[in-house]
């Protein structure tokens, strides 16, 4: 199990600590996310071994995620959506002068938030994997209808949750139904003069990070670029100075929080604002001196900053062990993986103990460098808020570009995808589908094809997704569940609106 | 009963037709799902446009058209000429150079609110190195194909 130490070197660490220094900076700046900053480094990592692009992607994701909290407190502006929590309490703590102290907080629960994620996830994700390594098609189909059921779910609106993944779903099947998966060879969806370009279908990494990439770029570009943000409302404050003895009395937070991010991680497609949302909420309805929060309490930072780091463990563990990606970011790895040569799911921790090691290396040291980074200098961190999109746009769109080229060596198709989703990422935003359902449903859309057709081809029947084994009634009963729970769901709010317009 | 229902649920799957199976299925599900959303969803937001209440999705905002067809064209543009002059120098990433200088400095003008001198220097100082420090690192010190 040691050998893999001898796989680590200079190289590794230093990238690990390079990656989390861009990803802060990324998520530092409002309106770039975690997932931009994978996509937009994705073609250094072409060039680097597959253990140096490992600390990398990994440095860049746990550095995106946190450094979303110093716009939230600084400016009242979350810097990736899963900070929003942070600004309710970060933000009026900057305006008292306490800015430095509350984005310190906010570290410490970061990198808390971060490893105890990492040790679930260590724990977790081989024996999920031992679990699911004896599925068959069956049941891997049944588990990514699970996982398209729980994004839908957890969508602002189930039926347009749904209906975005089926046309994710679609759009994965454009293209040849391949022999090497036991397809037959022909292709589908499109017109004859199409097949020299889209013959393989869209390419995973060009639709992500159009879809990320430049329909961010088109949605700034229509509201008009605008930077109002002037440097005078930038102030970090001296006052209130920080103190371990703050966490005093606060464990029960961290963990509880932490635990909470990690769980909601692990749902497939959900990411974002929803795990700092449900542990700010649950620290506000549980502790019993919740009244400050809201106002400048730091136990609120505490439980919105830990749950949000604990986010990347538990996105790793679906995407390590069932090959299904937790977040939009973690959908940017699995083809970042790929393009290194690892085919994520059941057998990869088994047959690739040694790149699983060092994966949990690169993230454990990760969120250390995360840490003291951000610990001791953000002051010369906070700056980069400040940097002007109109430097920064022309350079993502360049990268983006670059990106998309060379993942294939040179096509300029590829590219040509980019703009195509770049345009689709922004329709469907503007007419209120949902990006993340589609994204999982373009990624699992192949391979729901390949195991419901297999099964229906070795068994001949429909019956047989729901006798195969306990397993599958299992996953029917939590397909079941989730679709309750939205249901349950969406009449309380809708119950409650109702109430909001009698009072 | 019991066997009634099994042959009701089998199904054979044609080998020579099978790439179509599965599309067929989705196809299905996108039409009843689309159905519905309109009867629940599209019709009474429409309703509620036709009485003012609510405005359609980009047609009846107010967006930047210079700034967001702009950003359009310069793509498009950028798109198609770094192909055309990559393929005078194959091999080279040399369109990707060339080309991507002014597009970084027309995009970043065209962002600009306010035209400074020294913003539009900072402007041109940029498209001139980031580029060519990408090109560097990536083109050369890496070997990564770019156009």
Wanted: charged share 10%.
């Amino acid at each position: 199990m040691m050998e893999f130490v001898s796989l680590l070197d200079v190289t590794f660490f230093l990238l690990a600590g390079f990656g989390a220094l861009v990803g802060i900076i990324f998520g530092a700046i409002p309106g770039m996310t975690a997932t931009m900053a994978v996509a937009v480094c994705l073609p250094l990592t072409y060039a680097l071994g597959l253990n140096n692009g490992l600390a990398l992607l990994l440095g860049l994701y746990v550095g995106g995620i946190s450094g979303g909290m110093v716009p939230a407190v600084l400016l009242n502006i979350p810097g990736t959506p899963s900070s929003i929590t942070t600004t309710f309490d970060g933000y009026p703590m900057a305006q008292k002068g306490e800015g430095e102290k509350a984005l310190r907080v906010c570290v410490v629960a970061s990198v808390i938030g971060g490893l105890i994620s990492a040790a679930v996830l260590f724990l977790f994700a081989p024996m999920l994997a031992d679990f699911s390594i004896k599925f068959s098609y069956v049941e891997k189909f049944l588990i990514i209808l699970l996982a398209l059921s729980v994004i839908a779910s957890l969508s602002s609106n189930m039926l347009v949750g749904i209906f975005s993944g089926v046309i994710g779903i679609w759009l994965s099947l454009v293209g040849v139904y391949s022999i090497s998966d036991g397809g037959n060879g022909k292709t589908r969806l499109m017109a004859d003069f199409m097949e020299p370009y889209l013959y393989e279908g869209f390419s995973l990494l060009p639709v992500l990070i159009g879809i990320f990439g430049i329909s961010t770029i088109l949605l700034e570009a229509e509201k008009g670029v605008k930077s109002e943000l002037t440097s005078d409302r930038l102030k970090l404050g001296k006052g209130g100075v920080f103190a371990f003895s703050i966490f005093k009395g606060r464990f029960t937070n961290l963990v509880r929080s932490s635990f909470i991010g990690t769980f909601v991680g692990m749902l497939p497609g959900v990411g974002g604002s929803a795990a700092s949302v449900l542990a700010y909420t649950q620290e506000k309805n549980l502790s019993r001196d919740s009244s400050e929060m809201g106002k400048g309490a730091p136990q609120g930072l505490m439980a919105s900053e830990s749950a949000n780091n604990a986010l990347t463990g538990g996105a790793l563990i679906p995407l390590l062990s069932l090959g299904i990606p937790g977040d939009s970011t973690t959908a940017v790895l699995i083809g970042a993986f790929t393009l290194q040569g690892i085919q994520v799911g059941p057998l990869f921790i088994p047959e690739n103990a040694n790149t699983w090691y060092i994966m949990m290396t690169a993230l454990v040291f990760a969120n250390i460098v995360m840490f003291f980074l951000m610990f001791f200098a953000i002051k010369h961190i906070a700056k980069v808020v400040m940097v002007p999109k109109h430097i920064l746009y022309p350079l993502i769109t360049m990268m983006c570009v670059v990106g998309a080229y060379a993942i294939n060596y040179g096509i300029m198709f590829d590219v040509w995808t980019l703009l195509i989703f770049g345009v689709l990422g922004y329709l469907i935003q503007k007419i209120g589908l949902e990006v993340a359902p589609l994204i999982i449903g373009f990624i699992l859309g192949g391979q729901a094809e390949i195991y419901f057709v297999k099964s229906l081809e070795s068994f001949g029947t429909l019956s047989i997704f729901f006798t195969k084994s306990p397993i599958a009634v299992v996953l029917w009963l939590l397909i079941l569940a989730s679709v309750v729970f939205s249901i349950v769901m969406s009449l309380k709010s809708r119950a409650k609106g109702r109430q909001d317009v009698l009072s | 009963m019991e066997s009634g229902l099994s042959s009701l649920l089998s199904v054979s799957i044609d080998f020579e037709t099978s790439h179509l199976v599965f599309p067929t299925i989705i196809h299905w599900i996108l039409a009843v799902l689309f159905a519905i959303i309109l009867v629940t969803k599209v019709i009474p937001f429409l309703a509620a446009v036709k009485r003012g209440e609510r405005t359609l999705p980009i047609v009846g905002e107010s967006m930047d058209g210079f700034r967001f067809f702009g950003t359009l064209a310069l793509i498009i543009a950028y798109f198609y000429l770094m192909a055309v002059v990559g393929n005078m120098f194959p091999y080279t990433g040399y369109g990707f150079l060339f080309v991507s200088m002014p597009f970084v400095f027309l995009m970043a003008l065209m962002y600009l609110h306010e035209w400074t001198k020294k913003a539009v220097v900072i402007v041109l100082i940029n498209a001139i190195i980031a580029p060519s420090l990408v090109w560097f690192v990536l083109a050369k010190l890496f070997r990564i194909t770019l156009p």
